[in-house]
């Protein structure tokens, strides 16, 4: 499952590199600076890192580093929490493992008995973080007896679009831009799902996140009739079961339960 890459990423708007035969070399010293960006901020349980250490993890010289650091500060993936402090933090995690566009035949096998369980169209996203606007985007979708619906905002969407966009961010824990945003973030936190209108008018998401160890992974979620949500015992049904099925899938990218069959 996570983290999967659209054919065509979107640009940034901006090339480091002056001419195009430093292109594929501005591209991978972009790579490992986020890397080594993320990777020193994964080790220092997310303090803000110095241009020192991410120049030496990245394999660069400090004034390289630096220029590189800049406009990724431009492109909005990267800020200085404290202005002319040579210390830099990512604004939004990296994904972690190599890109998949399809989950594993083990999460596929998951999601399938989460719809079985409920009854619902059942849904796995992963997160596109390396875009000017964070992505969710769906890898998985297991319709059961559904028709299945052709919806390009159930395929893609930003992050702050609806509930498996939401479940992610507010995982991640990452700076908001509005008291709203901040109580909203919070309270899909502490009940750890989140609900909401699914780009398909008759229905609603039920969502909750996919965790490896401490890193967003992903998001699980129901695509429900809209009017069985009414019914308190269906829509409990139908929140314990993406719970079970988030905590599952979390445990199994975690190393915690076996890579065969369906735990």
């Excluded at 985007?137 to 509930?163: K, N, Q, S, Y």
């Excluded at 401490?214 to 695509?223: E, L, R």
Aim: charged share 20%.
């Amino acid at each position: 499952m996570p983290n999967a890459v659209p054919d065509e990423a979107a640009s940034t708007g901006r090339t480091i590199g002056s001419t195009p035969a430093n292109t594929g070399r501005a591209a991978r010293r972009t790579a490992d600076l986020l890397r080594a960006l993320a990777d020193l901020q994964h080790a220092g349980g997310g303090r803000a890192v110095h241009l020192r250490e991410v120049a030496a993890a990245a394999g660069l010289n400090r004034a390289t580093a630096c220029r590189y650091l800049r406009a990724l500060i431009e492109t909005g993936m990267v800020r200085q929490p404290y202005s002319g402090r040579g210390i830099y933090v990512l604004n939004w995690r990296m994904p972690e493992g190599p890109a998949q566009v399809h989950p594993s035949p083990w999460m596929a096998a998951r999601l399938a008995r989460l719809q079985s369980q409920t009854g619902q169209i059942a849904l796995l996203f992963a997160p596109y973080l390396l875009s000017q606007q964070p992505l969710r985007l769906c890898t998985e979708t297991a319709w059961g007896a559904h028709e299945p619906v052709t919806h390009d905002r159930i395929d893609i969407a930003p992050l702050d679009a609806d509930a498996p966009g939401l479940v992610m961010r507010a995982a991640m824990q990452d700076r908001v831009h509005t008291r709203l945003q901040a109580i909203v973030l919070r309270q899909i936190r502490e009940t750890g799902y989140a609900t909401g209108p699914a780009p398909v008018e008759t229905h609603d998401f039920i969502a909750a996140p996919v965790m490896r160890e401490k890193t967003v992974a992903g998001a699980v979620a129901v695509m429900a009739v809209r009017p069985l949500m009414q019914s308190v015992r269906i829509r409990a049904a139908c929140i314990k079961a993406v719970l079970e099925t988030a905590g599952a899938m979390s445990g199994h990218l975690t190393g915690q339960t076996p890579t065969h069959g369906v735990a």
